[in-house]
């Protein structure tokens, strides 16, 4: 029978491994002993610089391994990043391509005496291949999930079928939801003279590999509701003798999206309403415990969110089985991401990266669409790339046929786009209100969508600005990186949902603060700070309580700006986040005022004394207390410094003067162009760098390599869309005068 050993205690890694061209045969000392999970870049991978050690680095384990005659060992790597070459006794057993997914090797043929001395090489060096290759997030490198030896009868259900169970279940519920064909499919290694029998809700049936079991009256995999799960054991039998077994959680549950109406689960609407997630945290990168993600998934769980995109690759499984249990719906997806390549090579990856998720997350009832690519147009919008989307997307189809297609398109991308048509349902990433525009612009886009295009489901794949905790204003203004802004911004946000039951999804960028050691921005490096909870997880910023007081039924009152301690003025405003009817406010042991509303509780004027204060709000049984402190000096601290990019100053578009039409005289260039042409150009280059320059200086916005190319592919007046009605007209015409100075 199967058996499986936890092997991430005690391998020695070496860390420069690229200087030794021959497989390890043994560890000396230069080479650290670690556990598993584990990565070479949790500290360089967070603090700035994008200077992170990319390179190819060597982990050795030596293990005995005793079989039986009729036995085999594999190995399973639930997450080697980015290349992983494995050596067993010194010889190549198997490479796989991609940081994400599962992948096992037969070692039998390798071993020796018992024994296999285990050398992996994992690499995550910058390459041409395998995705992702331009994010906004570190791409740490290691053993960073975990591994196990898996000793098994030779025959058994099938550990290298891409890294999946070797059994898929697909339930299919009538539309009257009372009943549930479960059909099983599985994948069989040494099939001869075998049967398999499954067990599931005290009905046993015996077949030749494939089954399909009827339930009658299922209770439902209902979302967060009542996510029950049934097990269906699977046993091999070989000569009366039952040779591997395992199980497989699942769901029994239907889901369909309306273009006009949204989301429904079990046939009832079910807006999807929702947080991103990346796998990193703080000082741990992506080498993460059982307990990281639980934790992750409890504070999933307390915001209120039915629906989670694990973006931007294959998450743990161990992952997706807690959502299964949580009862959220997944968006999950692979790292197919901003910059295309054409190459036979990075086609391939992206296929496989594409049929590993399906095939190991197949079970999993909590996912409902698969994610083919996100903004993979930053690059260039090429036929190659049409068509490694449609290969990927019909790849999908004929993996699953239980489960919709999806992708998230960056803002630039047209209405009328064919990238819009390729999957089931579409998702654009809009940042209105923090890179662009301003948050009201959210509304009339998704609208006009919606009108233009009325038989595309449509879903906002990520929204979300910078929430940075040491920041506090009065007058919160977009990209003031302000706790203040962000709340405000989201509160926005769900208010622009609140009205529109066409949108099938909304997900939040992001719900945790994340690495990317290319960042700088706030006067934080190497961090997106987009999250409603902090790196660390310790601290639930202010957005957090708005999306409580919307999504969750669990009572509570939260004090707004409670670490804009030092106030100056002696009234002062405050705000109060509570799912609760009405509120009362206790200022310095004194009721100020009791306030009956909805999410949102305002007090306003409320006088300070001197010096500390403490101020209460309640709601029942339910208190939150923080203090204030009325000083004579403002707290510096609190804006963030110009050298780090304050943003507080006027734009430089603001002052322009200049007025007239736009004109397009022929031999000159103009805001129809677009970038990557003008830039050919020694002038129009000259002319572009003094506006990326005068963009980075002015509005402190970090222009990265991919956003850069992402622009040299639009015209300049596409660029000025981008800025939505935050840019005033008089710049286009502005830049587009100094465009036609330049001969083409
Ligand atoms: C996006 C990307 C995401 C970034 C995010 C941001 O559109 O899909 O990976 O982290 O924007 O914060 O800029």
């Known amino acids: 029978m199967r058996k499986i050993t936890n092997l991430n205690s005690d391998w020695y890694f070496l860390k420069d491994g690229t200087k030794k061209d021959k497989t390890p045969r043994r560890a000396n000392k230069k080479w650290e002993q670690v556990n598993l999970p584990h990565t070479w870049n949790n500290m360089d991978g967070q603090d700035g610089g994008f200077d ?13 391994v005793e079989l039986e005659s009729d036995e085999e060992a594999y190995l399973e790597f639930q997450g080697v990043s980015s290349i992983a070459t494995v050596f067993i006794n010194g010889k190549k057993a198997g490479v796989h391509k991609g940081g994400f997914s599962t992948f096992r090797v037969n070692i039998t043929p390798y071993l020796k005496r018992g024994k296999a001395k285990i050398a992996v090489m994992a690499d995550n060096r910058e390459n041409k291949e395998v995705y992702p290759q331009t994010a906004d997030f570190t791409f740490f490198g290691g053993i960073y999930r975990d591994v196990n030896l898996i000793t098994v009868n030779k025959s058994h259900f099938a550990l290298d079928y891409c890294g999946g169970k070797g059994v898929s279940v697909t339930p299919k519920l009538s539309d009257d939801l009372k009943k549930a064909d479960i059909e099983i499919n599985t994948y069989i290694t040494g099939k001869a003279d075998t049967k398999v029998e499954f067990s ?49 959680d699942f769901g029994v549950r239907k889901f369909s999206v309306d273009s006009e109406k949204g989301f429904f689960l079990n046939n009832r609407p079910y807006p999807l309403r929702g947080v991103s997630r990346h796998q990193d945290r703080l000082d741990k990168g992506w080498a993460i415990s059982k307990a990281d993600h639980e ?7 307390e915001v209120g969110a039915n629906t989670i995109r694990l973006a931007h690759y294959q998450h743990d499984d161990y992952f997706y089985t807690l959502c299964d249990r949580a009862g959220l719906l997944v968006w999950a997806e692979i790292p197919f991401i901003s910059v295309f390549m054409p190459t036979k090579e990075a086609y391939d990856n992206t296929m496989s990266q594409m049929r590993e998720l399906v095939i190991q997350a197949y079970n999993h009832p909590s996912i409902f669409t698969w994610g083919i690519a996100n903004e993979i147009t930053i690059g260039e919008e090429t036929p190659e790339l049409i068509k490694n989307l449609k290969d990927l997307n019909d790849l999908c189809h004929k993996l699953d046929k239980s489960r919709p297609t999806t992708m998230a398109n960056v803002t630039m991308v047209p209405e009328d786009s064919q990238l819009n048509t390729i999957t089931d349902i579409l998702a654009y990433n809009h940042y209105f209100g923090w890179y662009m525009g301003c948050v009201d612009d959210n509304g009339p886009w998704l609208d006009n969508f919606h009108k233009n295009y009325p038989n595309i489901c449509l879903g906002l794949s990520e929204y979300g600005c910078e929430g940075i905790l040491a920041y506090h204003n009065d007058n919160p203004q977009m990209q003031d990186y302000s706790e203040e802004y962000q709340a405000y911004y989201h509160e926005k946000m769900l208010e622009t949902f609140a009205t529109r039951d066409y949108l099938w999804s909304t997900y939040v960028w992001n719900m945790f603060d994340f690495a990317s050691d290319m960042r700088d921005e706030g006067g934080v490096k190497g961090r997106n700070n987009k999250g409603l909870v902090t790196f660390d997880r310790k601290i639930k910023k202010d957005s957090f309580f708005i999306y409580k007081a919307y999504w969750s039924e669990e009572k509570f009152v939260h004090l707004c700006s409670r670490r804009y301690v030092n106030r100056t003025s002696e009234t002062t405003d405050i705000k109060v986040y509570s799912n609760c009817d009405e509120v009362t406010l206790i200022v310095n042991g004194e009721e100020f005022a009791t306030v009956k509303g909805d999410k949102i509780f305002r007090f306003e004027g409320v006088v300070l ?40 100053g006027k734009n430089w578009f603001d002052t322009l003067d200049a007025s007239g039409d736009l004109e397009f005289p022929d031999g000159y260039f103009s805001i129809k162009d677009k970038v990557g042409e003008i830039m050919k150009n020694p002038d129009g280059e000259v002319f572009i760098n003094s506006m990326v320059e005068k963009i980075t200086s002015e509005l402190h916005m970090n222009i990265s390599k991919g956003m850069m190319n992402m622009a040299k592919g639009f015209t300049v007046e596409k660029v000025f869309d981008m800025g939505g009605s935050r840019i ?11 465009l036609n100075k330049i001969k083409k």
Do not use: H
């Not at 979302?223 to 040779?243: F, H, M, Q, S, W």
């Not at 934790?295 to 999933?300: A, G, Y």
């Open 609 to 648: 004394k001197q010096g500390k204060n403490t101020v209460k709000a309640v709601s029942g049984d339910l208190t939150d207390e923080m203090e204030l402190n009325l000083t004579d000096t403002p707290d510096e601290s609190y804006v963030l410094k110009v050298s780090e990019g304050d943003n507080s």
């Open 52 to 64: 992170f050690y990319r390179g190819a680095c060597w982990y050795f384990k030596t293990v005995k």
């Open 200 to 248: 599931l809700d005290g009905q046993t049936v015996t077949t030749d590999g494939d089954a399909v079991i009827t339930l009658e009256n299922p209770t439902l995999w209902d979302g967060i509701d009542n996510p029950y799960l049934y097990t269906l054991t699977c046993r091999l039998i070989k000569n009366g003798e039952a040779v591997d077994e395992l199980t497989v």
């Open 728 to 738: 005033p007209p008089e710049a286009k015409i502005w830049v587009n005068q100094q």
């Open 295 to 301: 934790e992750d998934i409890k504070l999933v769980r």
